[in-house]
């Protein structure tokens, strides 16, 4: 059946933060930013289209123009048997709504009218601030648009994986991604960054899975809205990403690694300065960051970076994440840890 295709993705972490998008329908961000994809935090999503809704032949409706009825009831009732299923449990509302709204912008550049059953699995903790919507757009993003039949280039894959969640275009690429603004959907997209001869390892700490207090979309909203501090964090973004990508040329770790650390707290700075306050951190989001310090202090390379969530991923050179590992285990023995490597882009199964 060509109109079903499965794909991968991984996770991707932030170096230089997005935060704040210039345009909310299209997402595009207020800054570029740059990332590195990991291994082991993976989604995989098949997409089928099907034209047979309840079990009628409806083959008419996919090509229903002409018919005299408005065609945006025929596409409300294509997206109403959109059905989406994640680790097994069916999912309704607002989950199900958003992955509809994304396949709406794949019926509408393909063509190809016709309802979809997503299934996904993943081994990212949904939700806990582990960048879960980056692996996941970008899997449905390529599931869907080969299941319609288009064949996109990498760049207008990570165009279209955008259009689901910002971060999701730079899941499209493996190791460092560079997401560049741009001012419009032709012109945002993201695209791998030599890593010339860094080898790089990302070791998380799980301080918490709970579900996050304010979604990221929400928060990123309210931190562009109401912080005196967003403007200046902003600004130093811009100057934090040429800094970063003459440190990746130079294989510089110890810059790379101060100037990601950096752009982090500013950008919770930025949050914390809304108004209510964004605060993701718990407390021992702060007993890792200073367990972190402490590991620099005692000589090892490793720098800490945040999300929206109160898990910390520590920067370090491959060579020293055991080591890294091991020295965090022991001073916050109360949080898993997990040595990450570099992974791959979006793979089609
Ligand atoms: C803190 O990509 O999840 O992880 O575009 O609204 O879906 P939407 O947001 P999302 O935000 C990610 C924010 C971040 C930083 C980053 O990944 O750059």
Not at 21 to 30: N, Q, Y
Not at 31 to 41: E, F, P
Request: glycine share 8%; hydrophobic share 45%.
């Amino acid at each position: 059946n060509p109109r079903v295709a499965t794909a991968s993705a991984n996770a991707n972490i932030a170096l230089i933060k997005y935060w704040g998008k210039a345009d909310e329908e299209l997402i595009i961000p207020r800054a570029s930013s740059l990332s590195l994809t990991l291994d082991g935090l993976t989604s995989r999503t098949t997409v089928e289209f099907f034209d047979k809704v309840d079990g009628e032949e409806d083959a008419d409706v996919a090509g229903g123009s002409g018919s005299g009825v408005d065609c945006r009831e025929i596409y409300d009732y294509i997206k109403s048997a959109d059905s989406l299923t994640i680790d097994d449990v069916p999912q309704q509302g607002k989950a199900l709504d958003r992955v509809s709204r994304f396949l709406d912008i794949v019926r509408a550049q393909s063509g190809l009218h016709l309802p979809a059953r997503v299934v996904s699995h993943n081994t990212v903790p949904f939700g806990a601030g582990l960048a879960s919507s980056a692996s996941a757009f970008a899997a449905l993003a390529a599931a869907a648009s080969k299941a319609a039949g288009m064949d996109l280039s990498p760049r207008d894959l990570s165009r279209l994986a955008r259009r689901g969640s910002g971060s999701a275009c730079r899941s499209v690429f493996g190791g460092l991604v560079q997401w560049h603004a741009g001012h419009d959907d032709e012109t945002s997209y993201a695209e791998p960054v030599d890593m010339g001869s860094l080898d790089l390892a990302v070791i998380v700490v799980l301080v918490s899975s709970d579900l996050k207090p304010v979604s990221s979309r929400e928060a990123m909203r309210r931190t562009v809205a109401t912080s005196p501090l967003y403007p200046a964090w902003v600004e130093s973004c811009a100057v934090d990403l040429d800094e970063a990508l003459n440190a990746i040329r130079q294989g510089d770790l110890e810059r790379l690694g101060a100037i990601t650390e950096a752009n982090a707290f500013g950008m919770h700075a930025a949050m914390m300065a809304s108004r209510p306050a964004v605060l993701y951190w718990l407390p021992d989001t702060v007993a890792v960051l200073r367990a972190v310090d402490g590991i620099r202090d005692s000589g090892l390379g490793a720098w800490s970076t945040m999300d929206a969530g109160p898990n910390v991923k520590v920067l370090a050179d491959a060579r020293d994440a055991r080591a890294v590992a091991a020295a965090l285990r022991e001073r916050v023995p109360q949080c898993e840890v997990e040595i990450h490597r570099p992974g791959s882009g979006v793979r089609l199964h």
